[in-house]
Antibody, heavy 119, light 110 residues
Framework: EVQLLESGGGLVQPGGSQRLSCAAS????????MNWVRQAPGKGLEWVSG????????YSADSVKGRFTISRDNSKNTLYLQMNSLRAEDTAIYFC????????????WGQGTLVTVSS | QSVLTQPPSASGTPGQRVTISCSGS????????VHWYQQVPGTAPNLLIYSSSQRPSGVPDRFSGSKSGTSASLAISGLQSEDEADYYC???????????FGGGTKLTVL
């Protein structure tokens, strides 16, 4: 059974940094692209960043380019999101989501971790 | 403002058929498949339709999807109370080089 478990959320001050993790199990992690998708309180879904199975290709939304970095450690079956220069508008639940392939995206999701950016 | 346009709300009575639209542009919907997600408030989203019209195993055949040009639709037939949720469309955008979601449609079962 595929399981994705996010961690690392919490309260952070504007301008601060936070690193999120997503521990994966139940599938061969290195074979699949992974993503981060966020949802601000009471709002819709927003794709944040994606990474290929071997980590060689990464993609990010314009709203986080230059501030957030996605990475993965296939030896630890773990996906990361390093978030720097955080803003109030980054407050959201952050979900990690697995791709089966490019025509079958976000086929499994974690339960999410809440990041609150506030002073 | 979302790149993909969905109606903010939809409703129907049990047993009815409802449709939810998703409108995009040539750089996303015009070139790529659309995918649909169901999210019950307070829970993670769940893949409902992939590649515009395919259902993952376990998704009832009451749910169907279609795409034509730069627009797509999700249809739910035989509406049930458990279908009350938020529904999102998503497409890869070749110009943005990233995924884009619709703003979501809140479905109410009356």
């Amino acid at each position: 059974e595929v399981q994705l478990l996010e961690s690392g959320g919490g309260l952070v001050q504007p301008g601060g940094s936070q690193r999120l993790s997503c521990a994966a199990s139940g599938f061969t992690f290195s074979n699949y692209a992974m993503n981060w998708v966020r949802q601000a309180p009471g709002k819709g879904l927003e794709w944040v960043s994606g990474i290929s199975g071997n980590g060689g290709s990464t993609y990010s939304a314009d709203s986080v380019k230059g501030r957030f970095t996605i990475s993965r450690d296939n030896s630890k079956n773990t996906l990361y999101l390093q978030m720097n220069s955080l803003r109030a508008e980054d407050t959201a639940i952050y979900f990690c989501a697995k791709d089966f392939n490019s025509n079958y995206p976000f086929d499994h999701w974690g339960q999410g971790t809440l990041v609150t950016v506030s002073s | 403002q979302s790149v993909l346009t969905q109606p903010p709300s939809a409703s129907g009575t049990p047993g009815q058929r409802v449709t939810i639209s998703c409108s995009g542009s040539s750089s996303n919907m015009g070139r790529n498949n659309v995918h649909w997600y169901q999210q019950v408030p307070g829970t993670a989203p769940n893949l409902l339709i992939y590649s515009s019209s395919q259902r993952p195993s376990g998704v009832p055949d009451r749910f169907s999807g279609s795409k034509s040009g730069t627009s797509a639709s999700l249809a739910i037939s035989g509406l049930q109370s458990e279908d009350e949720a938020d529904y999102y469309c998503a497409v890869w955008d070749d110009s943005l080089n990233g995924w884009v979601f619709g703003g979501g449609t809140k479905l109410t079962v009356l």
